[in-house]
């Protein structure tokens, strides 16, 4: 009978899954593949995020929000070239702060042992779903300018640093902190930041006016599911991609894609359960967004968690998910894509649960508080460092007067007003209307 990875007593910590270094493949040309392989399919991730956003903001700004997540995603891999992947993976020759080589791929390796190539396409793409994230806070409110300045900021210094910190070498890491796949580092992170960006710029114009009669409908549905079914196909290589091959850790890529599909069906599910007995209502929006929450909590030990594990964790974030979703606009926080129920809280609860359920240090497998604590500490570290550069700045640019797009275009529509045209133009239909009539009367 075959032994489980899981019940491995030396299975601890394999060298290849968390975070890895920059570059490091393990001396397998099979795992060099499977990285690049992992980074172009998570570019689609990018079309994902396309349409969740679009379909939750209003139509008169779902091309604008599109734009903003291209845009994103642009600068990313460009600012990750030259600085971001360095800043992230590069020696800090001992400062345990942030890289300083590396930079503008000078003296990437390109070798057996280590391909920073490779790795860069994995990571850079995986820094732009951070990036795409963060859009969710600024949408149908921020300047274009401002956002690609705040892009650039976030993905080129902010996120590098926790990157640094938390990879194999960082010093949270060394001290006990987990974190497989990003449900700190990627999506606790950019939760964060969008809060503050919600914060900041301040409600939609009108929205939580009593007297106002101007429509925050959601643009469609079905374009959030689109976008969930895409998410999830992406995420099998966002937890997968971590994962690379090696006699210590046998079974441990089935088992992170099991935990991945698990986990999102379990948020997806409890979410619908959730909103039917709380609304009596069944929501397309809810039951995908609490498939992301899952995912986005599977992400912090999908390696070392029991299916079942897996199932409770990603559960209570489909769970959490829906409640506070319906709980924020009461506080009149204005979160049209629900960035932080499904982001911040799905990344809160995957990095807080592996300190109770990790098969290696978890409190309820009896290794007591030690990993519990680290997990606290980093979730508290990652939101101090992020909290307080996205606020300043934001507080820049909002002391330059381009924070925010002008009134008229808020609600007129940023489509209209800065794209030229709308999502989709009928620019014949009045004409088409009074012909219809004419015929009918005739």
Request: aromatic share 14%; charged share 10%; net charge neutral.
């Given at each position: 009978?075959q032994?489980?990875?899981?019940?491995?007593?030396?299975?601890?910590?394999?060298?290849?899954a968390?975070n890895?270094?920059?570059?490091?493949?393990?001396?397998?040309h099979?795992?060099e593949?499977?990285?690049?392989?992992?980074?172009?399919?998570l570019?689609?991730?990018?079309?994902?995020?396309?349409?969740?956003?679009?379909?939750?903001?209003?139509?008169?700004?779902?091309?604008?929000?599109?734009?903003?997540?291209?845009?994103?995603?642009?600068?990313?891999?460009?600012?990750?070239w030259?600085?971001?992947?360095?800043?992230?993976?590069?020696d800090?020759?001992?400062t345990?702060?942030?890289?300083?080589?590396?930079?503008g791929?000078?003296?990437w390796?390109?070798?057996?042992?280590?391909?920073?190539?490779?790795?860069?396409?994995?990571?850079?793409?995986?820094s732009?779903?951070?990036?795409?994230?963060?859009?969710g806070?600024?949408?149908?409110?921020?300047?274009?300018?401002?956002?690609?300045?705040?892009?650039?900021?976030?993905?080129?210094?902010?996120?590098?640093?926790i990157?640094?910190?938390?990879n194999?070498n960082?010093?949270?890491?060394?001290?006990?902190?987990?974190d497989?796949?990003?449900?700190?580092f990627?999506?606790?992170?950019?939760?964060v930041?969008?809060?503050?960006?919600?914060?900041v710029?301040?409600?939609?114009?009108?929205r939580?006016?009593?007297n106002?009669?101007?429509?925050?409908?959601?643009?469609?549905?079905?374009y959030?599911?689109f976008?969930?079914?895409?998410?999830?196909?992406?995420?099998?290589f966002?937890?997968g991609g971590?994962?690379?091959?090696g006699?210590?850790?046998?079974?441990?890529?089935?088992?992170?894609a099991?935990?991945?599909?698990?986990?999102?069906?379990?948020?997806g599910?409890w979410?619908?359960?959730?909103?039917?007995?709380?609304?009596?209502t069944?929501?397309?929006?809810s039951?995908?967004?609490?498939?992301?929450?899952?995912?986005?909590?599977?992400?912090?030990?999908a390696h070392?968690?029991?299916?079942?594990?897996?199932?409770?964790?990603?559960?209570?974030?489909?769970?959490?998910?829906?409640?506070?979703?319906?709980?924020?606009?009461?506080?009149?926080?204005d979160?049209?894509?629900?960035?932080?129920?499904?982001?911040?809280?799905g990344?809160?609860?995957g990095v807080?649960?592996?300190?109770?359920?990790?098969?290696?240090?978890?409190?309820?497998y009896?290794?007591?508080?030690?990993?519990?604590?680290?997990q606290?500490?980093?979730?508290l570290?990652?939101?101090?460092?992020?909290?307080?550069?996205v606020?300043?700045?934001?507080?820049?640019?909002?002391?330059?007067?381009?924070l925010?797009?002008?009134?008229?275009?808020?609600?007129?529509?940023?489509?209209?007003?800065?794209?030229?045209?709308?999502a989709?133009?009928f620019?014949?239909?009045?004409?088409?209307?009074?012909?219809?009539?004419?015929?009918?009367s005739?």
């Amino acid at each position: 009978m075959q032994q489980h990875y899981l019940d491995n007593p030396n299975a601890a910590n394999p060298p290849s899954a968390p975070n890895p270094p920059a570059g490091a493949t393990g001396g397998s040309h099979l795992d060099e593949d499977w990285l690049l392989i992992a980074g172009i399919v998570l570019a689609f991730s990018q079309l994902g995020f396309g349409f969740l956003e679009a379909g939750s903001v209003r139509y008169k700004n779902a091309q604008s929000i599109v734009i903003k997540v291209f845009l994103g995603m642009c600068l990313t891999i460009l600012i990750y070239w030259l600085f971001g992947y360095g800043f992230s993976y590069g020696d800090d020759f001992g400062t345990f702060f942030m890289g300083g080589t590396k930079l503008g791929a000078y003296n990437w390796a390109a070798t057996e042992a280590q391909n920073d190539y490779s790795n860069f396409v994995f990571k850079a793409t995986l820094s732009c779903i951070g990036v795409s994230i963060v859009s969710g806070g600024a949408a149908e409110r921020l300047t274009f300018l401002a956002w690609g300045v705040l892009a650039l900021f976030y993905s080129g210094f902010v996120s590098p640093a926790i990157v640094h910190w938390t990879n194999s070498n960082g010093w949270l890491t060394k001290l006990g902190y987990k974190d497989m796949a990003g449900s700190g580092f990627i999506f606790y992170s950019a939760g964060v930041a969008a809060l503050v960006v919600t914060v900041v710029s301040k409600p939609r114009k009108y929205r939580f006016d009593p007297n106002s009669s101007l429509n925050f409908q959601p643009f469609t549905s079905i374009y959030v599911a689109f976008g969930t079914v895409i998410l999830f196909a992406t995420w099998m290589f966002i937890n997968g991609g971590q994962i690379q091959s090696g006699q210590a850790t046998p079974y441990v890529q089935g088992l992170v894609a099991v935990n991945t599909l698990v986990a999102g069906a379990a948020g997806g599910f409890w979410s619908f359960i959730t909103r039917y007995f709380t609304k009596e209502t069944t929501s397309l929006f809810s039951i995908s967004r609490g498939i992301l929450a899952g995912l986005v909590a599977s992400s912090a030990a999908a390696h070392e968690s029991q299916i079942w594990a897996t199932t409770i964790v990603a559960s209570i974030a489909g769970i959490v998910y829906t409640l506070t979703a319906t709980a924020l606009p009461k506080v009149k926080l204005d979160d049209p894509v629900q960035v932080v129920p499904i982001f911040l809280h799905g990344g809160f609860i995957g990095v807080l649960f592996t300190g109770l359920l990790d098969v290696n240090g978890g409190l309820f497998y009896g290794k007591g508080m030690k990993l519990l604590g680290c997990q606290l500490l980093g979730l508290l570290i990652i939101t101090v460092w992020v909290a307080f550069f996205v606020f300043f700045i934001l507080i820049v640019l909002k002391g330059f007067a381009v924070l925010r797009i002008d009134s008229d275009a808020e609600v007129a529509g940023i489509d209209k007003e800065k794209c030229n045209y709308e999502a989709i133009s009928f620019s014949n239909e009045d004409q088409q209307q009074v012909n219809i009539i004419k015929s009918v009367s005739h």
